[in-house]
């Protein structure tokens, strides 16, 4: 059966300092790869999504990057975090032709 | 502007009874709708999904979806405690790779 895991699973970080968030998925080949936001009192936002190693689209425009180095491997970066980037991230996989994604447990981050 | 629409709630409804949530979209072209449970502090769990018009049932879960109203329902029959979380309604965007999700709407089952 097919497992997704992240870590880490909260995260404190001060203003200004790098991130990297990283999720993996077993037991499938060549997944749809997302990151999503969920922030306090908003829903889910749709960062990126992957649909091979290397390729990347970005939904919007931010200081967040993804790198997709291996077919189960997401990467959810920053150079310099914002008070803004606080917020539930979640990565999420899809293989079905219906594209039904299944969530990982998240990582939890605050900015301060 | 591709939208979801859900009543925030909370949707009270006492042990036994019938939930009934409810979402509209905006994008007609949309091929695949979802529905999600979330409870508080964790990740979002798929429950069902539905493509076809008409109804899908899971156990005590219903799914109806009406293309022409651009309407999606979830029911839960013999709503139980456990049932109460959040749940969000998700709707396939662009080119079948990205779900738009509704804000969600918050459900409480009384006992």
Redesign the interface.
């Known amino acids: 059966s097919q497992t997704i895991h992240q870590w880490p699973a909260t995260l404190v970080q001060p203003v200004g300092s790098p991130l990297s968030l990283e999720c993996t998925v077993e037991g499938t080949s060549n997944p749809?790869l997302?990151w999503y936001r969920q922030a306090a009192g908003?829903?889910?936002q749709?960062l990126f999504?992957s649909?091979g190693i290397g390729q990347i689209?970005s939904?919007v425009p931010q200081n967040l990057s993804a790198s997709r180095p291996q077919d189960r491997q997401f990467i959810l970066s920053s150079k310099k975090l914002l008070l803004s980037d606080s917020g539930?991230y979640?990565c999420a996989w899809a293989t079905g032709v219906?594209?039904?994604?299944?969530?990982?447990?998240?990582t939890r981050l605050t900015v301060l | 502007q591709k939208e979801v629409e859900q009543n925030s709630g909370p949707l009270s409804v006492p042990e036994g009874a019938i939930a009934s949530l409810n979402c509209t979209y905006s994008d007609r072209g949309s091929?695949?709708f979802?529905w999600?449970r979330q409870y508080s502090g964790?990740?979002?769990?798929?429950i069902m999904?539905i493509?076809s018009n008409g109804d899908k049932e899971d156990g005590r879960f219903t799914a109806q979806l009406n293309k022409a109203s651009q309407y999606v329902s979830l029911l839960i029959r013999d709503s139980q405690p456990s049932d109460s979380a959040t749940y969000?309604c998700?709707v396939?965007g662009r080119a079948?790779?990205?779900?738009?999700?509704?804000?969600?709407t918050t459900l409480s089952v009384s006992s």
């Open positions: 749809n997302y908003r829903g889910l749709l999504y649909v689209s939904e539930f979640l219906y594209n039904e994604q299944f969530f990982g447990p998240g | 091929q695949s979802f999600y964790k990740s979002p769990e798929l999904f493509y969000l998700a396939n079948g790779t990205a779900l738009i999700f509704g804000k969600g």
